[in-house]
């Protein structure tokens, strides 16, 4: 997870709008703790800046924002391309050379031989991104097929602002008013959904869409991108062939979804879903996993024991964690300061407290 901010003003940045963006950027740090960064325009009226938690090469060669070779892009990326050791093979193939490991350089090159949309369609992962190219004079925002990395952007007669998260945007965005049909619609579902934010005149980026700012006329459109996707042809095989075959899509799929420079492991509740995710992880790692698992005094909502029985089938490193109630209590009093929109589910609470203690 990482923190991106940026800004397009019609003219120069002064100084306190500027003080203003990284103070915003600072509140990001613990969305990427690990390396911060930013980048000016020539015209010094656009800015980005960058906040990274450092999973693939943790050196300065991953650092953001990233510049192309060429000069032409300047990007800022959070989330993780799954895909990118393969993408790399073919870019080298193309001639292409590479100083860092990071899947950043990667979705940059990308974008450079392909085009920003196109660069899209490519990339199986989770995203959202932000770039500026120089000979066009525009900025790019793109956010992946499942919208699980948040953007959201706003426009006035002065400027053009994104960000990760809402908190502190009081700084940028003045006489903030709350959205009555996204509160209307968190009664009805317990979330703001896309592309609504809790803020007026503040949206999210719909997942699996792009948007294009154009500086010159200083307007935006948006569109949509769909995945290249390889068709399956099962006609020929039969049941057990068919489970065969899944089972290597899953198993080359959690493979991709492992590649890290930092340890990483599964959340297990001994259901369906996480036992087979926490099995394939099994299968294919290099190391044994980790797995974690929250204790609950309530007998009908506890799955510790389950997930003690299953990660002792599969083999894991398995941690059962518990906490007090003055552990619950606090969370609930400072769990605003993770979820920067209204969101009513209550799985959010042990999630959170699982998530602050193994950090």
Not at 87 to 101: A, C, P, R, T
Not at 223 to 235: F, R, T
Request: charged residues 25%.
């Amino acid at each position: 997870m990482c923190g991106l901010i940026g800004i397009c003003k019609r003219e120069k940045l002064n100084t306190n709008e500027i003080e203003n963006i990284r103070f915003v950027s600072s509140q990001l740090n613990h969305r990427g703790p690990n390396q911060s960064g930013e980048w000016f325009s020539e015209k010094e009226n656009i800015l980005f800046s960058h906040r990274r938690l450092s999973i693939n090469d943790l050196s300065e060669d991953g650092k953001q924002p990233m510049e192309s070779n060429c000069g032409r892009y300047t990007l800022v990326f959070n989330g993780e391309a799954y895909n990118f050791l393969k993408i790399k093979e073919q870019l080298e193939y193309l001639g292409y050379k590479f100083k860092s490991n990071s899947d950043t350089e990667v979705v940059l090159r990308l974008i450079e031989n392909f085009g920003f949309e196109q660069a899209l369609t490519k990339i199986n992962g989770m995203f959202a991104l932000a770039l500026y190219d120089k000979k066009f004079d525009k900025i790019f925002l793109g956010r992946d097929q499942n919208g699980q990395k948040p953007i959201y952007y706003h426009q006035n007669d002065n400027f053009f602002f994104f960000t990760s998260e809402l908190r502190n945007i009081d700084k940028i965005i003045k006489n903030l008013k709350i959205s009555k049909k996204a509160l209307q619609y968190f009664f009805q579902l317990s979330y703001v959904p896309e592309p609504l934010s809790i803020y007026e005149n503040i949206f999210k980026l719909k997942k699996g869409h792009f948007l294009i700012f154009d500086i010159k006329n200083f307007s935006f459109k948006i569109e949509s991108y769909n995945l290249q996707e390889q068709k399956l042809n099962l006609d020929n095989l039969n049941f057990n062939q068919k489970i065969k075959k899944f089972e290597n899509i899953l198993l080359e799929a959690t493979n991709d979804h492992l590649i890290s420079d930092v340890k990483n492991g599964t959340l297990l509740s001994g259901g369906i879903d996480s036992t087979i995710i926490t099995y394939a992880a099994s299968r294919v790692s290099l190391n044994k996993i980790d797995t974690f698992c929250v204790k609950s005094n309530d007998k009908n909502y506890d799955e510790s024991d389950h997930a003690i029985k299953t990660a002792s089938q599969i083999g894991t490193n398995h941690h059962t964690l518990e906490f007090s109630q003055d552990d619950l209590f606090q969370s609930i009093i400072n769990i605003h300061k993770v979820y920067d929109e209204p969101f009513g589910d209550s799985s959010q609470i042990p999630t959170y407290l699982l998530f602050k203690s193994i950090n």
